[in-house]
């Protein structure tokens, strides 16, 4: 079974910075759509971006030009780099496929302060 690890969430003042990390237990990394998800409190979790297997990228609204993934597939590893942080990008931080298709991990928790 696919297993997930996400790493990197930390507590930040608004305008800080964070990189997160997850990485895969499996090649198949290397084909699959990537996407970063966030789950914010008392909200439904919403995908923040994604890059394909070849690098392009795209973003949700709110986070474009602060936000940028980026994938290692020699590691099997996804990166989300989050600059500019606001108050609202507090949350849990998970990976999956685009389509949700793997076992969620445990998340990593951000919370961004004002």
């Known amino acids: 079974q696919v297993q997930l690890v996400e790493s990197g969430g930390d507590s930040v003042q608004a305008g800080g910075s964070l990189r997160l990390s997850c990485v895969a237990s499996?090649?198949?990394?290397?084909?699959?759509?990537m996407a970063w998800f966030r789950q914010a409190p008392g909200k439904q979790r919403e995908r923040v971006g994604f890059v394909n297997p070849g690098g392009s990228t795209d973003y949700v609204g709110t986070v474009k030009g602060r936000f940028t993934v980026s994938r290692d597939n020699g590691k099997w590893t996804l990166h989300l780099q989050m600059n500019n942080l606001r108050p609202d990008d507090t949350g849990v931080y998970y990976c999956n496929t685009y389509e949700q298709t793997w076992p969620w991990g445990q998340g990593t928790r951000v919370t961004v302060s004002s």
């Open positions: 499996t090649n198949d990394f290397e084909y699959k759509p």
